[in-house]
């Protein structure tokens, strides 16, 4: 079981994230996997918002909990320099 001290700990990680952009692999179930590039938004005290710039003019925002990190759901990853938010 997860304490809340490490859900604290990825979500302050994820709070150094915030206007970089990241890139998203998301496990949709059934052998899906769903990779996107966005930039970290906004961070709240159990989610966080991912704004993903799609074409034609269209943005979308996809936001996941800490505990999609923590079950390893999601990984984020940064874009520049490929360092990836553990949950260490």
């Not at 590039?37 to 800490?66: A, K």
């Amino acid at each position: 079981m997860a304490s809340k001290n490490t859900l604290a700990e990825i979500k302050k990680n994820v709070e150094h994230l915030v206007g970089e952009k990241v890139r998203l692999k998301a496990n949709k179930g059934r052998k899906k996997v769903s990779i996107k590039e966005g930039i970290l938004e906004t961070t709240y005290p159990n989610i966080f918002v991912v704004r993903i710039d799609g074409g034609y003019n269209s943005v979308r925002r996809v936001s996941y909990s800490y505990s999609d990190i923590l079950t390893e759901t999601v990984e984020i990853t940064l874009c520049n320099n490929e360092k990836k938010v553990q949950v260490s």
